[in-house]
């Protein structure tokens, strides 16, 4: 599977972005997705997964109730809608995907990567 993440940027605090992850290759609908993302000085943390009919999600406590993974099996693309932005939501984001029926919270259970995209949050 190759991952394309798109829609990172500058947004101020209290601001909202929606990051997309184009798939190709191994059938999309056959792949839990999830988002991580690293913070300079920091280790990759997950931050949402969901599975490949969408009707489970899980997210990490530091953005539940702010963002919102959802996915398009007829576009090939999960999204990750972003909300009540803050500072400390800034990092690269990446977009992953496994094989399989469990919701991994770790890196090391995702099989396949997309390259980051940036996400800013300041004033």
């Known amino acids: 599977v190759q991952l394309q993440a798109s829609g990172g940027g500058l947004v101020q605090p209290g601001g909202s972005l929606r990051l997309s992850c184009a798939a190709s290759?191994?059938?999309?609908?056959?792949?839990?997705m999830g988002w991580f993302r690293r913070a300079p000085g920091k280790e990759r943390e997950f931050v949402a997964a969901?599975?490949?009919?969408?009707?489970?999600?899980n997210y990490a406590d530091s953005v539940k109730g702010r963002f919102t993974i959802s996915r398009d099996n007829a576009k090939n693309t999960v999204y990750l809608e972003m909300n009540t932005l803050i500072p400390e939501d800034t990092a690269v984001y990446y977009c992953?995907?496994?094989?399989?029926?469990?919701?991994?919270?770790?890196?090391?259970?995702?099989?396949?990567w997309g390259q980051g995209t940036q996400v800013t949050v300041s004033s």
């Open positions: 992953a995907a496994k094989l399989g029926v469990i919701l991994g919270v770790m890196a090391g259970q995702y099989d396949y």
């Open positions: 290759g191994r059938t999309f609908s056959d792949c839990v």
């Open positions: 969901i599975s490949q009919s969408a009707k489970t999600r």
